[in-house]
């Protein structure tokens, strides 16, 4: 008799917010010569999806699956909106110096938005 509250609660959390690594913890560890300054935990690898589709992607090849979800209408602003580079999923393969440069476009871009969205505050970016 209770099944429709469960199922309500299900189908809201699978609509809720998730955190998602863009480059999955279990993809990283099989990527052979990762280079130790690039954490996998790094907030840059981090964006906000929801959990049915966080569970779906798993732990794949970002490459892959991005390019799965390609075909979503404004994609490109979608990718933007998460300060993804499109020139990121264009690639034709992944390694350790892939990660390392995604996560330094990443930031440049995250800096960027708040240069943007707070033109008064000073933001100074260090290597």
């Known amino acids: 008799p209770h099944a429709e509250v469960l199922d309500h609660v299900y189908l809201l959390m699978s609509h809720a917010p998730n955190l998602h690594h863009v480059c999955p913890l279990n993809f990283l560890a099989k990527v052979q010569g990762l280079l130790p300054e690039t954490p996998a935990d790094s907030l840059m690898n981090i964006c906000f999806l929801r959990a049915r589709t966080n569970i779906q992607i798993s732990d794949r090849n970002p490459l892959d699956y991005i390019q799965e979800f390609h075909t979503v209408p404004d994609f490109d602003k979608i990718l933007a909106s998460h300060l993804i580079d499109a020139a990121f999923i264009e690639r034709d393969g992944f390694g350790p110096y892939d990660y390392r440069d995604f996560l330094l476009a990443r930031a440049d871009a995250f800096c960027e ?15």
Do not use: G, Y
């Open 113 to 127: 938005s708040v240069k943007a969205a707070l033109p008064d505050v000073k933001v100074t970016i260090v290597d």
